[in-house]
């Protein structure tokens, strides 16, 4: 952070220098956010000078004397706190009555200081405001940050629902204006498309809710002891009809439950998702193989297939929302580009995370670590 | 069909593949299609279509722009986009090297209209050689 602007509005020109002299080699450190601020100092001897010094070029700190020969000091305090809220006054004076604290304060004074003070006491209250006003930059800046992430997030959204749109639209424009010719098999494989796209644009939003409720903590979480090979056998029967269409194989390791404390809707989340990947990205005739094995406090998941699998470059941007590798072998594959994203967030809230294995051509394996979940609910 | 003009289609949504495929070859037309920038700069040189219809936001290297500029002006590209403004009608071929652009969703008659303009043949002898 560059250096901290403070002005010295006091009639004594050695107090001035004092405080110039002092604040110019002091440094605060601000250890929990790892940052040093120094500070450049400049001074006015009247109220009215100090005004036109704020105006020109707004301080971060102004140390306002309150007895000044021209208007008070809380004169300038009134009239330039309103219009400069990122700059902090601290009024320094020797007789303070409550009467001027209060309206000092009420006029957006940040703190006070009592004349005659030591080097240590004007330090004290400088380093507190500096604390004050480094984090309080440190804040809006991880503001904004969020606001441009938000935005990212939101414009891609919009491009993702807006694709299907224009999809369905097209169609049903050409199936109205017979756009086709007179083959009727055309159209009936458009409505069937229109179908398909409307389809998708359900998940996603589905997929936008899933991961809205989980971020905000809102979801409701019933903690029981899951067998997750159950779950993952109803997961595989969700996706056999897909499967079977292609002729692929899918499978579960093993018999015995696989128990850990879960919420259940979180863990089929999970296991849809991950099942429905390693189909839809998986070779005709492929196969799908699910494993689960409890390792001492964790249990750990791997959803194989034998598909199309991944270069590394693409499985190093498999894990941001909306992603979805798109190449020459995945087009006519649809999805929300959400689901790893939320299958992340998930395991995250069991101290657990999801990585993958990929080897273009070969097939992609997906495995999913997860501890039992603390026995009160605390996302 | 010998006679047939080409479109060579490059865009990322299969649908638009399909879309394309219904209404152009119903009007005489021979359509291929390339899902990415690769794919079709490759049916490009192999196919030597009359006309291309390109997608601007397709991922990565497989930009628009970049399949553009590699194809150069020696055919007419027509862009398909999803982002340009109401007002972007217009294209400065010395700056963008699109010869014009349909936003989406696509109406059939508007890219029929646009194609034959491009392709600079009549509406009775759609697809024809003059």
Known sequence: MDALRVLVVDDELWIRSAVARDLSEYIVNIPDINESVRFVVDEAETGEEALEKIAAAPPDIVLLDLKLPGISGLDVLERAAGKHPDTVFVMVTAYASIETAVRATKSGAYDFLAKPFTPDELEHVVQKVARHIVIASRAKSLAEEQRKVRFQFISVLAHELKAPLNAIEGYVSAIIERSAGADQRIYDEMLLRCRTRTRFMRKLIIDLLDLTRLESGEKKRELVEVDLRAVAQAALETAAPDAAARSIALHVEGDAPVLLRADRSEMEIIFNNLVSNAVKYNKDGGVVKVRIARQDDKVHVSVSDTGIGMTPDEVQRLFQPFVRIKNDKTVGILGSGLGLTIIRKIAAMYEGDVSVDSEEGKGSVFNVFLRDAAPVAAP | ?130
């Open chain 2, 1 to 130: 069909m010998g006679d047939a003009k080409t479109i060579l289609v490059i865009d990322d949504d299969p649908d638009v593949h399909f879309f394309c495929k219904s209404v152009l070859e119903a009007e005489g037309f021979r359509v291929i299609t390339a899902a990415g920038g690769a794919s079709g700069l490759a049916a490009f040189r192999a196919e030597k279509p009359d006309l291309i219809i390109l997608d601007i936001m397709m991922e990565r290297i497989d930009t628009g722009y970049g399949v553009a500029e590699e194809i150069g002006k020696s055919v007419p590209i027509l862009l398909f986009s999803s982002m340009l403004n109401p007002s972007d009608e217009t294209f400065d071929p010395a700056v963008v090297p699109f010869s014009d652009v349909v936003r989406k969703p696509i109406e059939p008659e508007t890219l029929l209209n646009k194609v034959r303009k491009l392709l600079a043949c009549g509406k009775e002898q759609p697809g024809r050689l003059p």
